[in-house]
């Protein structure tokens, strides 16, 4: 009896049986009762939802918004307190100790949000600052330890320290079917067109076109795909 519920919370997450032994079956089972727990207390899903250990919520239910079959991996910490709250769509993995913050904790503006398409992945470790608007499409892929941040500093004055100056919020959006290598960093203003690969290390500042391969620092076009 067992063996078929959990059977039956894996098929509805996506899992295939196939080559999953007894302590994957019952780790798979643990993180779907963590997420009956998430989406009791911290979470508004549509549908099934698996959450690892030591996952963290900060902010109101209503502001994290999933939907069917979402994955967030053990140690990431998702903070949700936003003007527009962070929306999740169907299939989508935030992978172990990846961290979401739109506003900071100690003082500072109201940040904007997240919205996440279908069967896209946030990689482990990896870093969402979404004080500004982020859009990230369908079929996302984003690598290990990536940065994402929708914020940067005016250092205009001479007479002022930086901390004085403010920021400034132009939103980043990523399009569908885009991959993001490890240890790539997308900064405040860029949009990156649907089908591009941002190569590993790369750090972009600039629009990226649609169909290619980008790399270096700052990023460039290195490859058209089609």
Same mark, same amino acid.
């Given at each position: 009896?067992? +063996?078929?519920?959990? #059977?039956?919370?894996?098929?509805?997450?996506?899992?295939?049986?196939?080559?999953?032994?007894?302590?994957?079956?019952?780790?798979?089972?643990? /993180?779907?009762?963590?997420?009956?727990?998430? +989406?009791?207390?911290?979470?508004?899903?549509?549908?099934?939802?698996?959450?690892?250990?030591?996952?963290?919520?900060?902010? =109101?239910?209503?502001?994290?918004?999933?939907?069917? +079959? &979402?994955?967030?991996?053990? &140690?990431?910490?998702?903070?949700?307190?936003?003007? !527009?709250?962070? #929306?999740?769509? $169907?299939?989508?993995?935030? &992978? =172990?100790?990846?961290?979401?913050?739109?506003?900071?904790?100690?003082?500072?503006?109201?940040?904007?949000?997240?919205?996440?398409?279908?069967?896209?992945?946030?990689?482990?470790?990896?870093?969402?600052?979404?004080?500004?608007?982020?859009?990230?499409?369908?079929?996302?892929?984003?690598?290990?330890?990536?940065?994402?941040?929708?914020?940067? !500093?005016?250092?205009?004055?001479?007479?002022?320290?930086? +901390?004085?100056?403010?920021?400034?919020?132009?939103?980043?959006?990523?399009? $569908?079917?885009?991959?993001?290598?490890?240890?790539?960093?997308?900064? $405040?203003?860029?949009?990156?067109?649907?089908?591009?690969?941002?190569?590993?290390?790369?750090?972009? /500042?600039? $629009?990226?076109?649609?169909?290619?391969?980008?790399?270096?620092?700052?990023?460039?076009?290195?490859?058209?795909?089609?």
């Amino acid at each position: 009896m067992i +063996k078929r519920l959990i #059977k039956n919370i894996n098929a509805n997450l996506g899992y295939n049986e196939k080559g999953f032994d007894r302590y994957v079956y019952w780790h798979l089972f643990n /993180t779907v009762i963590r997420g009956y727990y998430y +989406k009791a207390f911290h979470i508004t899903s549509n549908g099934p939802l698996s959450a690892g250990r030591n996952v963290k919520i900060v902010g =109101h239910k209503k502001l994290l918004v999933t939907g069917r +079959k &979402c994955k967030i991996e053990s &140690c990431a910490l998702i903070q949700s307190v936003s003007s !527009h709250g962070i #929306k999740l769509g $169907d299939n989508v993995t935030v &992978c =172990h100790g990846a961290l979401i913050r739109p506003t900071g904790y100690w003082r500072g503006n109201l940040g904007w949000g997240l919205t996440i398409g279908d069967n896209s992945s946030i990689g482990a470790y990896s870093y969402i600052g979404c004080s500004g608007r982020i859009t990230i499409g369908n079929n996302v892929m984003i690598g290990p330890n990536v940065s994402i941040i929708a914020e940067n !500093h005016i250092y205009t004055e001479d007479s002022k320290n930086f +901390k004085e100056q403010g920021v400034s919020n132009k939103g980043i959006t990523i399009s $569908d079917n885009v991959w993001i290598g490890t240890k790539a960093t997308i900064l $405040d203003g860029v949009t990156i067109g649907p089908g591009s690969i941002i190569a590993a290390g790369a750090v972009v /500042t600039q $629009d990226v076109p649609s169909s290619v391969v980008v790399g270096g620092v700052p990023a460039k076009v290195i490859k058209k795909l089609s």
